[in-house]
């Protein structure tokens, strides 16, 4: 059995297998991978992803420079109130990246997120794995969007985000009650009120008293990421971080 095994290779079926779940292409460019590093991305795709940055602000997850305090939070979220505690991202939603959360929006752009947001977990290696979190949570859609399309970007990096650091995948217990007008037509004050009293915990015991990391696409007023936590914080949470592909600033 062994020596059957052994005429095909068992890493050869494994292969197989994988190949049809995750063909062997880069999810950005295309191009054939070899998939030692990543299942998603090419080392050159991977390499441009990068940030140049080597510091974060604890609050926003904006990139900054070295020597900036930013315990009381950075230029971009000085003056906002946020009930998460901490937020990390890939990078500025800016450029390459930007264009790849638009694409990763499409119904074909599961593995290009999931090539983000496994690349999000190694270049945060550090702040994730201080993290003590007892879930990983979506950002809801409301479920009038889920009938239109089953493709989530915020439910795909989530899941793989749960699968690296090994932490529960919560995707039923944040819901969006409210069918809101999308955010980026909206000012700041119209964005709050927009999404007031849309999120709920539902059967949130699960929840209770343990610390969650919400997962979104893109964070950049922070208001709905706010809402989310407010909402999960309200529920019995005790902590709630935040991890996103991209952090826009300026926009
Ligand atoms: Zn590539
Ligand atoms: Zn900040």
């Given at each position: 059995m062994t020596k059957r095994w052994g005429m095909f290779g068992l890493s050869t079926t494994g292969r197989l297998v994988t190949d049809f779940v995750h063909p062997p292409y880069c999810a950005a460019c295309g191009v054939r991978t070899d998939r030692s590093d990543?299942?998603?991305?090419?080392?050159?795709?991977?390499?441009?992803?990068?940030?140049?940055?080597t510091?974060?602000?604890?609050?926003?997850?904006?990139?900054?420079?070295?020597?900036?305090?930013?315990s009381n939070g950075c230029v971009h979220c000085r003056n906002d109130r946020f009930a998460f505690g901490s937020a990390?991202?890939?990078?500025?939603?800016?450029?390459?990246?930007?264009?790849?959360?638009?694409?990763?929006?499409?119904?074909?752009?599961?593995?290009?997120?999931?090539g983000l947001a496994t690349l999000l977990v190694e270049v945060q290696a550090e702040w994730f794995a201080a993290g003590e979190w007892t879930a990983v949570v979506p950002v809801p859609r409301h479920w009038t969007r889920r009938w239109w399309t089953r493709h989530d970007p915020a439910l795909v990096p989530a899941r793989h985000v749960a699968e690296r650091l090994g932490v529960r995948l919560r995707a039923d217990r944040l819901v969006k009650v409210k069918r809101t007008p999308s955010q980026t037509s909206l000012s700041t004050t119209e964005r709050r009120r927009n999404l007031s009293g849309a999120f709920e915990v539902r059967g949130g015991r699960a929840l209770v008293g343990g610390s969650v990391l919400l997962v979104d696409d893109v964070l950049t007023t922070g208001t709905t990421t706010h809402r989310c936590s407010r909402a999960l914080l309200a529920a019995g949470v005790s902590r709630v971080d935040v991890a996103v592909l991209a952090r826009g600033v300026g926009l």
């Open positions: 990543s299942p998603f991305l090419c080392e050159d795709c991977q390499a441009e992803f990068r940030p140049t940055a510091h974060w602000c604890e609050r926003c997850g904006a990139p900054c420079g070295p020597y900036q305090d930013t990390r991202s890939l990078g500025v939603y800016d450029g390459r990246l930007r264009q790849a959360c638009r694409l990763g929006k499409e119904e074909s752009g599961a593995a290009l997120l999931a």
